[in-house]
């Protein structure tokens, strides 16, 4: 979240914006060594400070998606400022990107209980906010395609580490590496025996840094040797959904 | 600029072994009230008392110089550990006087720690220290400029890039480190005041090792700096040292590092074309904006 606090803090900004500047390029060679194609949820903010890198992402055929303008947690937000929040967005990347997105990620903690029907109403397609289920499903009262993802899938929880402000907030230690990486090859390889749907939370500043970006590479190459599971982008499987069930 | 950068001799990337010899400061600093607490101040004396000289024994056996970062206050009272370290062929670096958190300082206060240290190192060393890391917490606007105005060449302060980069215009270069590469963060403990906060078990040697083996793979992959932020009280016990010297080894012989100080890092780099659209240069652009 872009507070007042982070413009006093150096470190902590270049922190962050490692993702963009350094992890992404590597992270886009890295998916285009295993020719495969992934979501980049963004804040159009990001769009705005980093315009070529994100025309690039979709250049190589990846999707990019929202994530609020500046990362706004949308809970006890009024429904007219989500609104706001959400058309600044779409007019963003039509305008620098060419396309108005169709895909939603809530930023940090919690969306507000009207925040689905204000997605559906202004066009968007699905969403990939909420942890509850396997496959896709529609909510119920606004047709929105919910790509639900996990919590466990975050990297967030093994590796994202910062003191002053503190993160994680009791300042647990950096896992070993090898040990995440492997758990998440076992529960996607376990949903591939249940024919089901996984979606990964990650962030470009804590899974591109040097170390864990490559053994992201050698787990994508272990992915798709496996033979049983099929890598692609959010928006792909939400058509896909969509075409199959349609409301 | 995201190609790899070139290093000496034709190694893969850079490897540079920076220590904290902070002794009980940390503690003091966070309460004076602190100063009857003995055992919690002897967690942090044991850093100069013991730890500094195993890590000195650790190096020279390998033939690695380190930069060694020495708040002034420790140099006054531990005179013989920096002529040692010194006479060691290694670097001495500043890191304030009594190792007071930059985040409770006005500017005047920060520059005030950052000199009175560096010329209370320089008294007991005979060198100018031309390095600086923070103690902890983050720097005002305008601090970069001081740095340079007293003849810093670089420092090593923030948690935010993979090589070295410059602070704006002031022609001092950041050699950041990061917390994947630091002792404190996988194995520091302090039981009260906690630290960490949550109390959170010691990493196990084994985790760490394992991850500093993949961080330096993927150093020689990706060409770059892999800067291992120690503390003399926690890197230097029997075991961990024996963890650093097998560690520094590997890197040693795996022919394709380049083991370098802080300072010489810096000299390498200075010559390298900014990066236009560096992301200090972004802060330093949109604080103004912003704050």
Same mark, same amino acid.
């Given at each position: 979240?872009?507070?007042?606090?982070?413009?006093? &803090?150096?470190?902590?900004?270049?922190?962050?914006?490692?993702?963009?500047?350094?992890?992404?390029?590597?992270?886009?060679?890295?998916?285009?060594?295993?020719?495969?194609?992934?979501?980049?949820?963004?804040?159009?903010?990001?769009?705005?400070?980093?315009?070529?890198?994100?025309?690039?992402?979709?250049?190589?055929?990846?999707?990019?998606?929202?994530?609020?303008?500046?990362?706004?947690?949308?809970?006890? &937000?009024?429904?007219?400022?989500?609104?706001?929040?959400?058309?600044?967005?779409?007019?963003?990347?039509?305008?620098?990107?060419?396309?108005?997105?169709?895909?939603?990620?809530?930023?940090?903690?919690?969306?507000?209980?009207?925040?689905?029907?204000?997605?559906?109403?202004?066009?968007?397609?699905?969403?990939?906010?909420?942890?509850?289920?396997?496959?896709?499903?529609?909510?119920?009262?606004?047709?929105?395609?919910?790509?639900? *993802?996990?919590?466990?899938?975050?990297?967030?929880?093994?590796?994202?580490?910062?003191?002053?402000?503190?993160?994680?907030?009791?300042?647990?230690?950096?896992?070993?590496?090898?040990?995440?990486?492997?758990?998440?090859?076992?529960?996607?390889?376990?949903?591939?025996?249940?024919?089901?749907?996984?979606?990964?939370?990650?962030?470009?500043?804590?899974?591109?840094?040097?170390?864990?970006?490559?053994?992201?590479?050698?787990?994508?190459?272990?992915?798709?040797?496996?033979?049983?599971?099929?890598?692609?982008?959010?928006? *792909?499987?939400?058509?896909?959904?969509?075409?199959?069930?349609?409301? | 600029?995201?190609?790899?950068?070139?290093?000496?001799?034709?190694?893969?990337?850079?490897?540079?072994?920076?220590?904290?010899?902070?002794?009980?400061?940390?503690?003091?600093?966070?309460?004076?009230?602190?100063?009857?607490?003995?055992?919690?101040?002897?967690?942090?004396?044991?850093?100069?008392?013991?730890?500094?000289?195993?890590?000195?024994?650790?190096?020279?056996?390998?033939?690695?110089?380190?930069?060694?970062?020495?708040?002034?206050?420790?140099?006054?009272?531990?005179?013989?550990?920096?002529?040692?370290?010194?006479?060691?062929?290694?670097?001495?670096?500043?890191?304030?006087?009594?190792?007071?958190?930059?985040?409770?300082?006005?500017?005047?206060?920060?520059?005030?720690?950052?000199?009175?240290?560096?010329?209370?190192?320089?008294?007991?060393?005979?060198?100018?220290?031309?390095?600086?890391?923070?103690?902890?917490?983050?720097?005002?606007?305008?601090?970069?400029?001081?740095?340079?105005?007293?003849?810093?060449?670089?420092?090593?302060?923030?948690?935010?890039?993979?090589?070295?980069?410059?602070?704006?215009?002031?022609?001092?270069?950041?050699?950041?480190?990061?917390?994947?590469?630091?002792?404190?963060?996988?194995?520091?403990?302090?039981?009260?005041?906690?630290?960490?906060?949550?109390?959170?078990?010691?990493?196990?040697?084994?985790?760490?090792?394992?991850?500093?083996?993949?961080?330096?793979?993927?150093?020689?992959?990706?060409?770059?700096?892999?800067?291992?932020?120690?503390?003399?009280?926690?890197?230097?016990?029997?075991?961990?040292?024996?963890?650093?010297?097998?560690?520094?080894?590997?890197?040693?012989?795996?022919?394709? *590092?380049?083991? *370098?100080?802080?300072?010489?890092?810096?000299?390498?780099?200075?010559?390298?074309?900014?990066?236009?659209?560096?992301?200090?240069?972004?802060?330093?652009?949109?604080?103004?904006?912003?704050?």
């Amino acid at each position: 979240m872009l507070t007042g606090a982070l413009w006093r &803090k150096p470190g902590y900004f270049t922190l962050g914006a490692y993702g963009p500047h350094r992890a992404m390029p590597r992270i886009l060679d890295i998916l285009a060594g295993h020719g495969l194609t992934a979501t980049f949820f963004t804040p159009s903010w990001v769009v705005e400070q980093w315009p070529e890198l994100c025309r690039r992402v979709l250049e190589q055929g990846h999707e990019m998606a929202h994530h609020g303008h500046r990362h706004e947690v949308f809970f006890g &937000k009024a429904e007219e400022k989500q609104r706001a929040i959400i058309r600044r967005s779409r007019d963003i990347f039509r305008q620098l990107l060419g396309a108005p997105g169709v895909g939603f990620r809530a930023p940090s903690g919690d969306w507000h209980p009207r925040t689905a029907r204000l997605l559906a109403e202004e066009g968007l397609l699905y969403s990939s906010s909420l942890r509850n289920g396997d496959l896709p499903f529609r909510h119920a009262d606004n047709g929105l395609i919910e790509l639900p *993802a996990k919590s466990l899938f975050d990297d967030y929880t093994a590796f994202a580490y910062h003191r002053a402000p503190n993160f994680p907030s009791g300042l647990d230690r950096v896992a070993p590496y090898r040990p995440v990486f492997n758990g998440w090859f076992d529960e996607i390889l376990a949903a591939a025996d249940e024919g089901l749907m996984v979606s990964t939370i990650w962030h470009p500043k804590v899974i591109g840094t040097p170390g864990r970006a490559l053994l992201l590479d050698e787990f994508l190459g272990r992915l798709l040797d496996s033979g049983r599971v099929h890598v692609t982008t959010s928006r *792909a499987v939400a058509e896909d959904w969509n075409e199959r069930l349609p409301r | 600029m995201n190609n790899s950068p070139v290093w000496p001799h034709g190694a893969r990337c850079a490897v540079v072994v920076t220590i904290d010899v902070d002794g009980d400061l940390p503690f003091l600093a966070l309460d004076p009230g602190h100063r009857d607490r003995l055992k919690s101040r002897s967690v942090g004396q044991y850093g100069p008392d013991h730890g500094a000289a195993r890590l000195l024994r650790v190096l020279e056996r390998l033939g690695v110089r380190a930069s060694w970062f020495v708040p002034g206050a420790v140099a006054q009272q531990y005179p013989e550990l920096v002529r040692s370290v010194v006479q060691g062929g290694h670097e001495v670096a500043s890191h304030g006087m009594h190792h007071l958190d930059f985040d409770g300082l006005d500017l005047d206060a920060q520059v005030a720690e950052m000199l009175d240290g560096a010329r209370a190192l320089q008294e007991v060393s005979g060198v100018q220290p031309r390095g600086f890391r923070t103690p902890s917490g983050e720097w005002k606007p305008g601090f970069p400029e001081v740095m340079a105005g007293a003849g810093f060449q670089w420092s090593s302060s923030l948690p935010g890039d993979d090589r070295p980069f410059p602070l704006g215009g002031t022609g001092v270069l950041e050699l950041p480190f990061r917390y994947e590469l630091e002792d404190l963060q996988y194995l520091g403990f302090n039981l009260d005041p906690p630290f960490p906060p949550g109390q959170s078990r010691i990493q196990s040697l084994e985790a760490v090792r394992d991850n500093w083996d993949i961080e330096f793979a993927a150093a020689r992959r990706f060409g770059t700096v892999l800067t291992l932020r120690l503390n003399a009280e926690i890197m230097g016990t029997p075991g961990r040292a024996r963890l650093l010297e097998d560690f520094l080894s590997s890197t040693i012989n795996s022919g394709e *590092a380049w083991l *370098a100080t802080s300072g010489e890092l810096a000299a390498h780099w200075a010559g390298q074309p900014a990066e236009e659209d560096h992301p200090y240069r972004r802060f330093l652009d949109l604080s103004a904006r912003e704050s």
